[in-house]
């Protein structure tokens, strides 16, 4: 959340709040929230410092604190307390200073606090051309991204744009543990360095031995539930303290709230519950911690083996409805702990009995979709199946299917567990190998952990009476894993689920210093003979590639092999002149750039995927599928391959105002007049075109609306669960081709397909030009309603009939339990776009989009 705003609207004029995060006094027993900001005037900067309400929006929302001149004197320097660790990827204490005014502060690990601080650091008189802070008065940097390459002085070449990754502040390498881990950390990322890792890795069993920690995963779904009672029959269950805690929770925080916003006050919460628990024979440092809405995983490590961890990466996916929402999905923690690789995942996948392949298109939505940044800038993101150890654990939300309430309960009784498992979702589609493929899951001798009435052990007494579940699992994949505990703890009963846990023992290489160096040693010789060779040069399996009828929202993958000769090299597909990426944004290589050792060959992924931002050009055939890539080798020659592919036009991506002239299904009209259409003037649709009268409203629009109409008023979770992928294409086909006169799939896929439409509407219901005017009168309904009448004909019937199904929708909430505030907030960031170069919006424009929403459906008169 972008709280700089809030500081904006209390600043005088002139002021601007360039940059501001929120953090902790490091002081006294009391948890103290402050929010600085970095404000500029009239030329001078200072950092202001204001106490605050827990979300802080507006100016209403903050106060100022005190003002500390970035002048002569000021100084920043990160500290380590002495009841702390300094651990790789925590957060951050730093010293503000200036003359006798001293300010200690907590920051959040990320890359939002390395912005500021490199920020403030440029601003500083003792610090200036710098972008980094001094660590207990040596400089700290914030950013060391930079190549060594002594033979390369130019400017990086520009990659496929990528979104912004949160890669950890880089500490200095003193205070890292001196093995591998440490020096492959050192931001050295030449050509000649790279190489020098990947041989390391590949002759890492010369010099590493395999060493034995014991790994704590729990798991608890707490129902939106507070920390009332203590969590030690969970987390303290051994006489034996774990060396690594990896604690993951789902439903945090049920509330609309954090739902909508992703903030919650119960995340201090279960945080502090959790460190009052842990073992108490040991003492641990927290690593990190990650959420999303209401999954969160926390990391704990003993203190005397914090320094072997490095590395530290963060990520989240949201799989919830329009594979955003973060209701549903995964957050994990990657690390190395010694010379090993180790990912800890936890989910929360789609809820509901039948609901299994959505479950299992979940977890490879969240295998695909996760990636971490690796700290060299020439080495692809890693995956979670790229790390030598994965820990699963979760709400994984599979039931028990074929048996009624009745059975399972006896069976239960009976402690027939094995053959209770051969009716759960999860064992059949791991057997199937639908899901969880090449992971294991240890023995179940324990009840199924749903559904309870909460404060007891009784199963659930309520009217719906659930069948009980295995839903709170935990799994692994690697090597050198041994599980020595899987139970469930009936002791805790504030939520419906009862808490899971599992104790491993895992094997990790660690590095022997001696025979590290002289493998660094060998490598280094070897390569300087290698790099008086020839230059590189490489074999590809093939150079065209043809896609064939390419769909909206559809992905198509070719392959190809890159084999290597006799000097390793860098390869990397570059930008052609006078274009900013490598390729056109309907295409990516997976992946894009990397390195290859004499000899070795690695599978590129050509992926092409059409979507909202490509699809109306190629609709419209201003845009084509064709494209040429060019692979550059450092030091070598330059490889052209040709991309060519047709698109299958679609409604999706197509304007209402085109929508409502085509009577016919988009596919079975001309490609020229498909052009003509989607080019004509908006400011034209509501006149007749060569004699034709436009339709009030898209067809399609109407076939997804009336479907929803006729069959999904009392359905509960609309708009909130996700449909199934395979459903969604077979809904956009039914729409494209006219096939059948009801569309194919679940209410929550046509539902997932209706949002997908507004979503892709290159002209959002609500006009661009009309964003601001919208905000401004977000909370008068007469101005709103009057915006709404001068929209064109088309998109103020969508408009109104979008409001009356959905008014329609709200008079059955009794049954469906859609809430009105929920409905808002999803339509007003669809209907209420902001125009092309406007800034994401913030929470504050995002408030006043709904409320807009909000107005209209709590009306019924019609509009003028």
């Not at 502040?169 to 205070?175: E, H, I, K, N």
Request: charged content about 25%; hydrophobic content about 35%; aromatic content about 8%.
């Amino acid at each position: 959340m972008d709280q700089s705003v809030a500081i904006q609207e209390s600043l005088a004029e002139g002021a601007t709040c360039r940059i501001a995060v929120q953090g902790i006094l490091a002081a006294g027993e009391s948890v103290e929230s402050r929010l600085l900001g970095l404000v500029e005037s009239c030329g001078e900067h200072a950092i202001y410092v204001y106490t605050h309400r827990r979300m802080a929006i507006t100016a209403e929302d903050v106060w100022l604190e005190k003002v500390i001149p970035i002048t002569e004197g000021f100084a920043v320097e990160e500290v380590v307390p002495d009841s702390d660790l300094h651990v790789i990827g925590s957060d951050v204490t730093i010293r503000i200073s200036l003359e006798d005014d001293c300010l200690t502060v907590r920051l959040p690990f990320g890359s939002h606090t390395r912005t500021f601080l490199q920020e403030v650091g440029r601003c500083s008189p003792e610090v200036v051309g710098s972008d980094g802070v001094k660590q207990n008065g040596k400089k700290l940097a914030v950013s060391q991204n930079q190549s060594n390459d002594s033979t390369n002085k130019s400017a990086p070449r520009q990659n496929k744009l990528k979104p912004e990754v949160t890669t950890e502040m880089v500490r200095s390498s003193s205070v890292m543990v001196s093995n591998k881990a440490s020096i492959l950390s050192e931001p050295k990322f030449g050509l000649r360095d790279t190489i020098v890792k990947s041989q390391l890795v590949q002759m890492e069993d010369s010099y590493t031995h395999i060493q034995h920690f014991r790994f704590f995963v729990g798991t608890y779904n707490v129902n939106g539930q507070a920390p009332r009672e203590s969590l030690q029959p969970w987390l303290r269950c051994d006489a034996e303290p774990p060396d690594i805690y990896c604690v993951g929770f789902q439903e945090l925080d049920l509330s609309m709230e954090a739902f909508l916003f992703n903030d919650t006050p119960k995340e201090e919460e279960w945080f502090k519950a959790v460190t009052d628990s842990l073992h108490p024979d040991a003492k641990y440092a927290k690593v990190k911690f990650v959420r999303l809405v209401g999954i969160m995983l926390l990391l704990y490590v003993k203190a005397d083996l914090a320094l072997n961890i490095s590395e530290v990466e963060i990520e989240t996916v949201g799989t919830g409805i329009m594979g955003r929402m973060g209701n549903k999905g995964g957050v994990a923690i990657r690390f190395k702990f010694h010379n090993t690789s180790v990912c800890i995942v936890n989910s929360h996948l789609a809820a509901h009995v039948e609901e299994y392949e959505r479950r299992n298109q979940d977890f490879k939505d969240i295998c695909s979709r996760m990636q971490f940044c690796q700290s060299d800038p020439n080495l692809p993101p890693l995956t979670i199946g790229k790390h030598d150890v994965i820990l699963w654990l979760g709400d994984l939300n599979y039931r028990l299917e074929e048996l009624d309430v009745a059975k399972v309960k006896q069976l239960v009784d009976e402690k027939a567990f094995l053959e209770l498992c051969q009716y759960d979702q999860l064992k059949r589609q791991m057997n199937a190998n639908a899901v969880f493929e090449g992971f294991t899951e240890g023995e179940i001798s324990f009840q199924p952990t749903y559904k309870y009435d909460a404060g007891c052990d009784d199963w659930d007494t309520s009217e719906k009476c659930r069948v009980p579940a295995w839903c709170d699992r935990i799994l692994w994949k690697g090597q050198n894993i041994t599980q020595l505990s899987y139970r469930s703890h009936m002791a805790l009963k504030i939520s419906d689920h009862k808490p899971v846990s599992s104790v491993f023992d895992i094997g990790v290489k660690v590095v022997k210093q001696d025979l590290y160096r002289k493998a660094f040693e060998e490598i280094v010789r070897s390569l300087d003979k290698l790099e008086n060779a020839n230059i590189p040069s490489v074999t590809l399996s093939r150079r065209e590639f043809h896609f064939e009828d390419v769909k909206y929202m559809q992905l198509q993958v070719e392959k190809f092999t890159i084999r290597n000769g006799q000097v390793p090299c860098q390869f990397e597909f570059i930008s052609k002149p006078d274009e900013e990426t490598y390729s056109k944004e309907w295409l990516t290589a997976n992946p894009s750039k990397g390195f290859l050792l004499s000899d070795a060959e690695i599978t590129i992924e050509l992926e092409v995927f059409v979507n909202k931002s490509t699809a109306t050009h190629l609709n419209s055939g201003e845009e084509k599928l064709e494209d040429i890539l060019v692979l550059h080798l450092s030091r070598g020659k330059d490889y052209f391959l040709s991309v060519t592919g047709n698109y299958l036009p679609s409604c999706f991506g197509s304007p209402i105002h085109m929508l409502c002239y085509m009577r016919q299904p988009i596919q079975d009209m001309p490609a020229e007049s498909i052009r003509k259409l989607t080019l004509m003037p908006l400011e034209m649709s509501d006149d007749a075109v060569q004699g034709e009268k436009p339709m009030d409203i898209p067809k399609e629009l109407w076939m997804m609306v009336d479907h929803l109409y006729r069959n999904a008023s009392q359905q509960e979770d609309l708009f909130q669960q996700p449909g199934l992928r395979s459903e969604f294409e077979q809904i956009r086909d039914c729409l494209d081709k006219g096939m059948h006169d009801t569309l194919l799939g679940s209410n929550h896929s046509v539902a997932e397909a209706l949002l997908l439409f507004l979503e892709s509407l290159p002209e959002p219901v609500i006009c661009y030009r009309l964003y601001s005017s919208c905000l401004e009168c977000a909370s008068n309904y007469l101005l709103s309603s009057q915006i709404i009448s001068n929209l064109p004909r088309c998109h103020k019937n969508v408009f109104e009939y979008l409001m009356a199904f959905l008014r329609e929708l709200l008079k059955n909430s009794g049954k469906n339990h859609l809430d009105v505030n929920v409905l808002a907030s999803i339509f007003g960031g669809l209907l209420l776009r902001p125009p092309p170069g406007h800034p994401a919006p913030d929470i504050t424009e995002k408030r006043k989009a709904q409320q807009f929403i909000h107005e209209f459906l709590l009306r019924e008169d019609n509009l003028p």
